[in-house]
């Protein structure tokens, strides 16, 4: 440990450094900006990038902060700022110009315990923005205190010169070797050197070059393939998606999709989520057909994964358009469905010769504008449904089947996360569906003839496996 300042110099340091550096995880968590002009456009950009939950107080807008408002990304206060707008926030942004507003602000800010950033006022900064090098999850932030801005943007522009792109997939190449090291037992020491070695310099000198190969050979335009990734259990990939994914430059994927299969995807690939969190999409479809087509037009592989089959009720369709707008090459590699899992993992068929010749497949999240699914149609044809993404919307389905004259004793069977480690099955009916509680995502609600009890235990692999009886 030090001993304390020896010089006047070292003791100014130890009394007198102001700055904590720390790097926070905002997703879901609230925060305030005041002013939505350029420069609140910037700063409320910058926190919607890690997921905040954002509010803004301003009587005007920029056109980009009126799209966020009107796509619901963020909530907009239209009115002068006031001190209850603090309340319930983490921190605040003060994206007007330095004056009574400002110290009015961090006042009320520092009273309430939430942290306060006023753009240009260091006097009322709790914390400042610092200047950013950002490859993905790699990040070096430069911050002189407030003294010179300018001299944090020259030491950015320069390190962003040594830091490269590269530095993103190598990182994420890292990452997978430690996990693959920290998955076998080793000796700690041993497991120290070789992550050690994997970071050094003569590493990422070779992954570059690893890099460089390919694209020198080839100058064609890239290509983009749209990848079921089956239910989640990463044997239920086919043989091209598998293929796909040790060959792909860049994969885009769904949050729905596994780490054991994002396991597969080569190490020199760029990986990125680009689904919902929670409801929320925190890259727009537009943002994503984008990304596909930038990736395409780069000459890169790129693979856009997605849970289940493709062209069951996602976005596919979007995309298709998107990338025949642009002229990029795509094929759609289809792969196992939500339903045909949830079908294996309850242990039946979806249909039966002898009662049920048809299946209709329904979403319980229905598109706006939409009416909701004719269920006494497809009751009279006596077809086995399914419905993606039930929710907690048991009672509503229930009622509205009751309503289309189901029997109350039709049987059911509830699959969640089919196929995975912490899949779960319930078996219930009509009758008794609004009672039952929510279970985890992604879920399957199967009803019909086919869905009969079956034993009250059946063995799955080499454990035992209940079913829940909510009768």
């Not at 030090?2 to 550096?21: R, V």
């Not at 420069?39 to 905040?52: H, M, P």
Request: charge should be neutral; charged fraction near 25%.
């Amino acid at each position: 440990m030090p001993e304390g300042p020896t010089s006047n110099a070292e003791a100014n340091y130890w009394t007198q450094m102001p700055l904590f550096p720390v790097f926070i995880k905002l997703a879901g968590r609230p925060c305030l900006v005041v002013g939505a002009g350029a420069i609140g456009e910037s700063k409320i950009g910058s926190l919607l990038g890690a997921g905040a939950k954002v509010r803004v107080v301003s009587l005007s807008a920029t056109n980009l902060v009126r799209e966020w408002v009107a796509a619901g990304r963020i909530s907009w206060l239209q009115k002068p700022f006031e001190p209850q707008d603090l309340d319930d926030m983490l921190l605040v942004v003060a994206a007007v110009p330095a004056g009574d507003l400002t110290a009015s602000i961090f006042t009320e800010a520092r009273e309430r315990g939430v942290l306060c950033n006023a753009v240009d006022d260091p006097e009322h900064c709790d914390f400042y923005y610092p200047a950013v090098v950002k490859r993905g999850d790699f990040q070096i932030a430069i911050s002189t205190g407030g003294h010179s801005p300018a001299l944090a943007q020259r030491l950015r522009q320069e390190l962003e010169q040594q830091f490269g792109s590269d530095y993103e997939l190598w990182l994420h190449a890292l990452g997978l070797t430690r996990k693959a090291l920290f998955a076998v037992s080793m000796d700690p020491e041993a497991r120290k050197r070789q992550l050690h070695e994997a970071a050094s310099r003569d590493a990422h000198e070779r992954f570059r070059a690893q890099r460089r190969k390919p694209k020198a050979l080839s100058q064609e335009p890239g290509k983009v393939y749209l990848v079921g990734a089956g239910p989640g259990d990463p044997e239920l990939l086919t043989l091209k998606a598998l293929r796909l994914l040790g060959t792909a430059d860049v994969v885009l994927h769904d949050d729905l999709v596994l780490a054991e299969v994002l396991e597969l995807v080569s190490p020199n690939a760029c990986v990125l989520s680009v689904g919902k969190r929670h409801g929320e999409q925190h890259i727009s479809q537009d943002g994503i057909n984008a990304m596909l087509v930038d990736h395409a037009r780069a000459g890169r592989t790129v693979v856009r994964l997605k849970g289940g089959d493709v062209s069951f009720f996602g976005r596919a369709n979007e995309e298709v358009d998107a990338l025949r707008a642009a002229g990029v090459q795509f094929d759609i590699v289809p792969g196992v469905t939500a339903v045909s899992g949830a079908a294996a993992a309850a242990g039946i068929s979806l249909t039966d010769r002898r009662t049920t010749s048809a299946v209709v497949v329904v979403t319980a999240q229905t598109c706006k504008g939409n009416a909701r699914p004719d269920w006494r149609a497809i009751a009279d044809i006596g077809a086995t449904m399914a419905v993606y993404m039930p929710g907690d919307r048991y009672e509503l389905i229930a009622n509205e089947l009751l309503a289309a004259g189901l029997d109350a004793r039709t049987p059911c069977r509830i699959v969640s996360r089919a196929s995975q480690p912490d899949e779960s099955l319930v078996e219930t009916t009509v009758g008794a569906l609004a009672s039952q509680e929510r279970l985890p995502a992604p879920a399957v609600l199967i009803i019909g003839d086919v869905a009969r009890k079956s034993e009250d235990r059946r063995r799955k692999g080499n454990t035992e496996f209940r079913i829940q009886n909510t009768e």
